[in-house]
């Protein structure tokens, strides 16, 4: 069917621009395995979402088709404007200091913008956040990114065949990791906690 995306055994719609999640096999694969754990743990719809860091709205579009509200906060402009198409509103805004009450959301999801803030403290306060607007019994659901997942995404999909910043890169990044045996291509690893 036009406009609809089958993967993961359910209509998802597919309206906008591609995203990270839909413009790749790895990236769909990661949207397919975040709706799975996701709808395990969801409160029954309706009930109110905030996503926050959710871009131009790939998640608040399938949330919204499934009966959620969903209000998404992103830092760019365009962003926003693209996801308040999606059925949610959507504002402007700082995971590290949401404008929502607190108290005011029954799941809360951070998928993006820990693996953005660099600073442990900056994560903190955006983990602190999410937890704050959400009611007691309520859930929120935060994604990391190994280490490496950048070094190996972008070389895989961006770097020429050249490949000697890549080694560069690795080797310097070996060499500041205590244990380079754990070194790990993973990407996305997602967290679900109930507050
Ligand atoms: C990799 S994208 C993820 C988008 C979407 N949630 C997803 O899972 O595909 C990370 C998003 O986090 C946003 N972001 C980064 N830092 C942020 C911050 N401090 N507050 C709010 N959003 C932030 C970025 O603008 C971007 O839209």
Redesign the pocket.
Known sequence: MPGRDRTCGRPQPTEGPP???TGSADGALELVR?QEILRRHLPPAPAEVI??????G??ARWLTADGYRVHL????AQ?VEVAAATGSTAEI????ALTAPDESYDVA?V???L???LERT?RQR?LAEAHRVVRPGGLVAA?AIGRYASLFEHTATTLPSDAAPFEAALTAARLAEPYPEWLSSASHMLAVGRV
């Open positions: 995203t990270r999640l975040t996503d926050i860091g959710g871009g131009t790939v998640h906060i992103g830092l760019v962003h805004g700082d995971a590290r999801l998928l993006g913008p693996y953005h803030l900056d955006a994604s």
